[in-house]
T-cell receptor
Framework: LAKTTQPISMDSYEGQEVNITCSHN???????ITWYQQFPSQGPRFIIQ???TKVTNEVASLFIPADRKSSTLSLPRVSLSDTAVYYC????????????FGTGTRLQVTL | NAGVTQTPKFRVLKTGQSMTLLCAQD?????MYWYRQDPGMGLRLIHY???????AKGEVPDGYNVSRLKKQNFLLGLESAAPSQTSVYFC?????????FGSGTRLTVV
């Protein structure tokens, strides 16, 4: 299983762009990169998934370099409601593997 | 709305009591999971299932049992609850676009 490393916490002001980088040096060929968001007292929520290059949806963008050893979640113009924990997962979603969510990155957005 | 439903949402148990947590999904997903999350920590996998009638151990399976008699349901059982099992329990299922999680069950063992 690919191990991931991401910052423990980040702070941002409302309206700024936030980039959270995740390292996954031993990513396998079949692995996808998926990011989740978790608010207090709620289960994690799927944000975005990608395999290579760039993926964009209505919530975020995901940048993946050619070597796929890292990925960056980009949140444009964050608001207070984006305060949450963000998890990076690397796995082949076609199989049930012993996935473990790390401690994630705790993003705090203030005025 | 389609998704994962967990019952109950809250429960307080005395040490030694037993209980079953129910997870139901209506997305026809094959894979289902049970995680626990302790304060300030990430989620740890307890057990998972790759299909009806199958189960497997995750990272922290001790003290828990599971059953997947129907594809849409995944049950987590605590045979003899211990204070160390005080946690928030999340059920999830996997589709083409990652995990869908339930809203969690907050369990306190006193």
């Amino acid at each position: 299983l690919a191990k991931t490393t991401q910052p423990i916490s980040m702070d941002s002001y409302e309206g700024q762009e936030v980039n959270i980088t995740c390292s996954h040096n031993n990513i396998a060929t079949n692995d996808y990169i998926t990011w989740y968001q978790q608010f207090p007292s709620q289960g994690p929520r799927f944000i975005i998934q990608g395999y290579k290059t760039k993926v964009t949806n209505e919530v975020a963008s995901l940048f993946i370099p050619a070597d796929r050893k890292s990925s960056t979640l980009s949140l444009p113009r964050v608001s207070l409601s984006d305060t949450a924990v963000y998890y990076c997962l690397v796995a082949w979603t076609g199989t049930a593997s012993k996935l473990t969510f790390g401690t994630g990155t705790r993003l705090q957005v203030t005025l | 709305n389609a998704g994962v439903t967990q019952t109950p949402k809250f429960r307080v148990l005395k040490t030694g009591q037993s209980m079953t947590l129910l997870c139901a999904q209506d997305m026809n997903h094959e894979y289902m999971y049970w995680y626990r999350q302790d304060p300030g920590m990430g989620l740890r996998l307890i057990h998972y299932s790759v299909g009806e009638g199958t189960t497997a151990k995750g990272e922290v399976p001790d003290g828990y049992n599971v059953s997947r008699l129907k594809k849409q349901n995944f049950l987590l059982g605590l045979e003899s609850a211990a204070p160390s099992q005080t946690s928030v329990y999340f059920c999830a299922s996997t589709g083409d676009w990652g995990y869908t999680f339930g809203s969690g069950t907050r369990l306190t063992v006193v």
